[in-house]
Nanobody, 120 residues
Framework: QVQLVESGGGSVQAGGSLRLSCAAS?????MGWFRQAPGKGRTGLTT???????TYADNVKGRFTISKDNAKNTLYLQLNSLKPEDTAMYYC?????????????????WGQGTQVTVSS
């Protein structure tokens, strides 16, 4: 089992930045970030392996950056140039087997989420 605890969400104005964190109870092969807006499904944003290989969804490339501190088992997501449409609950996910997928079913472990609200 892996426990994931997100933090760092909040309310910002459009154009602002936030840094999300996800503390994991142990290391895993893959970690990633997803988000879910009200009334919509959970969508993948970015993933990273323990070796540092990353993938990004097209709609966040150049604005969001994923990083990981392996010594602390902590995942980060830097959110820049935020837009009102980025408003959502942001979730940390992890898996021991595969990486790079946007399918929710491919991640065995999930955090409780942290809310990001962007006002215009």
């Amino acid at each position: 089992q892996v426990q994931l605890v997100e933090s760092g969400g909040g309310s910002v104005q459009a154009g602002g930045s936030l840094r999300l964190s996800c503390a994991a109870s142990r290391s895993t092969y893959c970690m990633g970030w997803f988000r879910q807006a009200p009334g919509k499904g959970r969508t993948g944003l970015t993933t990273i392996t323990g070796a540092g290989s990353t993938t990004y969804a097209d709609n966040v490339k150049g604005r969001f950056t994923i990083s990981k501190d392996n010594a602390k088992n902590t995942l980060y997501l830097q959110l820049n140039s935020l837009k009102p449409e980025d408003t959502a609950m942001y979730y940390c996910a992890a898996d021991d087997v595969r990486c790079g997928s946007w399918s929710v079913a491919n991640y065995a472990y999930w955090g409780q989420g942290t809310q990001v609200t962007v006002s215009s």
